[in-house]
C-alpha cells in the first residue's frame, strides 16, 4: 500500500466514516480532527485556535500574498503580516504534507489535495449525497427536525465551499477537481467503501510511483 487518499465531502455524506472505514480496511491512519491537535504542536499555535477558524471561509485581501507563498516559500516577514487565519492555514498546509511524507493514509477535507498536488501517489476522491439521505443522516446523528438538519447542511456546505475555493486554485465539488466523485446514498456507505477500495487497488497495481514526484 502505497497511496494517499484525500477525501473531500458534502456535510452528512457519511465522508468521514467513508474514510475511515476505506483506512481500516488498508491498516493506514485516517486524518481529519486529529490534524488539528498536530498542526497545533508543530507550529505553535494554540489547539483551539486552529480549530476556531478550521474550514472556515476568509475575506482577507491578504489573500494574493498567501497565494504567492506557496510558489515561492514565505519568510518570516510576509508571515508575520499575515491574518491569523493564513497562518492557521499555511500550518495546516505543512501538516497535511508532513502526514502524507510519512507514508499511506486517508485525509478528510482541510483542501488535502490541493496540499498534495505534487504527490503522484494521490487519489481525491469527492463524496457527496442525495439531500434527503444527509437530512436523515444529520438529523439522527445530532438529534435536529428535518428544517434544522437542512440549515445545518447548507452552513456547513457554504463554509467549506468558500474555504476550499478561497485557499486552492480549484472548485469545491466539482468533478473537474478530483479523480472520482461518489455518490454515498447510491451505495451507501459500505457500497461506496467496497468501491473505493477496488479503485485504490486498482490504482496501486496500475500507478505505483514509488513515492512523492
Known amino acids: 500500500m502505497n497511496t494517499i487518499i484525500t477525501i473531500g465531502r458534502q456535510f452528512g455524506s457519511g465522508g468521514r466514516e467513508i474514510g475511515e472505514k476505506v483506512a481500516e480496511y488498508f491498516g493506514i491512519k485516517c486524518l481529519d480532527k486529529e490534524l488539528l491537535t498536530r498542526a497545533a504542536k508543530e507550529s505553535g499555535f494554540c489547539e483551539e485556535m486552529i480549530k476556531s477558524h478550521d474550514e472556515r471561509p476568509t475575506n482577507s485581501f491578504l489573500y494574493n500574498l498567501v497565494m504567492d507563498t506557496y510558489s515561492f516559500g514565505y519568510n518570516a516577514s510576509s508571515f508575520m503580516d499575515m491574518p491569523i487565519s493564513h497562518k492557521v492555514f499555511l500550518a495546516q ?107 485504490i487497488e486498482d490504482f496501486e497495481n496500475q500507478n505505483n510511483p514509488g513515492g512523492k514526484a
Open 93 to 199: 498546509f505543512d501538516t497535511i504534507k508532513k502526514a502524507a511524507e510519512e507514508g499511506p493514509c486517508v485525509i478528510v477535507g482541510r483542501c488535502a489535495d490541493y496540499a498534495l498536488h505534487d504527490f503522484k501517489n494521490c487519489i481525491n476522491l469527492f463524496i457527496y449525497g442525495d439531500e434527503e439521505t444527509k437530512v436523515k443522516r444529520i438529523m439522527s446523528k445530532y438529534s435536529l427536525t428535518e428544517d434544522k438538519a437542512k440549515d445545518m447542511i447548507v452552513k456547513k456546505d457554504k463554509q467549506r465551499q468558500s474555504y476550499y475555493n478561497y485557499y486552492s486554485s480549484k472548485k469545491w465539488g466539482r468533478a473537474d477537481s478530483y479523480d472520482f466523485c461518489l455518490n454515498s446514498s447510491v451505495l451507501g456507505v459500505e457500497g461506496t467503501v467496497k468501491l473505493i477500495i477496488q479503485i
